[in-house]
């Protein structure tokens, strides 16, 4: 399980349970190890109400927690993945 400081996240409730979540109003970021990449773990991101991920990231297992801190305590980069799932949405109904 990671450990993270969650002084480093102003705007966000991190959640642990079986993997991590980084909840972000209706934003989710999960943490998951991809099937074959197994020295890796990745984020993606999801919204309430929507049955749909979208990648955001991954990194070596023993550097997730020190890459969560630099892609997500930044409001800007945190709201560029946001921005990129909506943009994803959207043109996926349109």
Same mark, same amino acid.
């Given at each position: 399980?990671?450990?993270?400081?969650?002084?480093?996240?102003?705007?966000?409730?991190?959640?642990?349970?079986?993997?991590?979540? &980084?909840?972000?109003?209706? *934003?989710? $970021?999960?943490?998951?190890?991809? /099937?074959?990449?197994? +020295?890796?773990?990745?984020?993606?991101?999801?919204?309430?109400? &929507?049955?749909?991920?979208? *990648?955001? $990231?991954?990194?070596?297992?023993? /550097?997730?927690?020190? +890459?969560?801190?630099?892609?997500?305590?930044?409001?800007?980069?945190?709201?560029?993945?946001?921005?990129? $799932?909506?943009?994803?949405?959207?043109?996926?109904?349109?």
């Amino acid at each position: 399980m990671l450990k993270l400081d969650s002084s480093k996240f102003q705007d966000t409730t991190l959640l642990c349970q079986d993997g991590l979540h &980084i909840v972000y109003g209706d *934003y989710v $970021f999960t943490v998951i190890a991809p /099937a074959f990449s197994p +020295e890796k773990l990745s984020v993606w991101l999801t919204k309430r109400g &929507i049955a749909r991920a979208c *990648y955001c $990231f991954s990194a070596a297992k023993g /550097a997730i927690a020190e +890459e969560l801190v630099y892609q997500l305590s930044d409001p800007d980069r945190k709201q560029s993945y946001i921005n990129m $799932f909506e943009a994803v949405i959207e043109s996926s109904h349109g």
